[in-house]
């Protein structure tokens, strides 16, 4: 899409990744078989990599070297297939990058969370947002109105910003608001 900003972004995040947390994210390989489409072929490919090399030239800096991406690359057909049982490239080549993927991606999640407690975050657990803490009449104000889900105590926890992370409770909680 060549949204170098994006890139810059997505480079600096998992490089943030692999220098705090080396012990829950490793490289993963992929690969894509290629095709004869415009975009798909080895030569859009091949330019995409270089591209991805230039404005990433500083992925790997500061990284332990088990923790560095290698560039893309074009492999062949049969080496796609000797490396990822199942892709189906026939005669084609395969496009491979690499990038992390969580390990222990639950006590990674712990790590974040004891971070947090660890610079002044009020951790809660079984707790489902109630509703917007309201302020005066019905402005909400900053933060939720909670409830615990084991004793079923309401408690309001403020906030500067709230982050609506409820998935696929989204548009309940703000049917809420």
């Known amino acids: ?15 943030a ?21 415009l975009t798909r072929n080895s030569l859009a490919f091949r330019a995409a990599f270089a591209l991805d090399a230039l404005v990433g030239f500083d992925r790997n800096q500061g990284l ?8 893309g690359t074009i492999v062949s057909g049969s080496e796609a297939r000797d490396l990822f049982d199942g892709v189906a490239t026939g005669r084609t080549t395969g496009a491979m ?21 660890n610079n002044g975050a009020q951790l809660a657990n079984y707790v489902e947002a109630a509703a917007p803490r309201r302020t005066s009449g019905t402005k909400p104000g900053h933060g939720m109105r909670a409830k615990d889900v084991l004793t079923n105590a309401e408690f309001d926890i403020g906030a500067r910003v709230v982050v609506n992370a409820a998935g696929p409770w989204t548009a309940e909680v703000l049917a809420r608001a």
């Open 17 to 37: 990744f692999a220098r705090i947390a080396p012990r829950y994210v490793a490289p993963l390989p992929f690969v894509m078989p290629t095709s004869n489409s």
């Open 64 to 71: 332990d070297p088990l923790h560095h991406l290698p560039a």
């Open 97 to 117: 990058w690499h990038d992390y993927h969580t390990v222990h991606n639950d006590r990674l999640t712990l790590a974040f969370a004891l971070a947090a407690a």
């Open 1 to 15: 899409s060549a949204d170098f900003g994006r890139m810059r972004e997505s480079i600096r995040e998992r490089r």
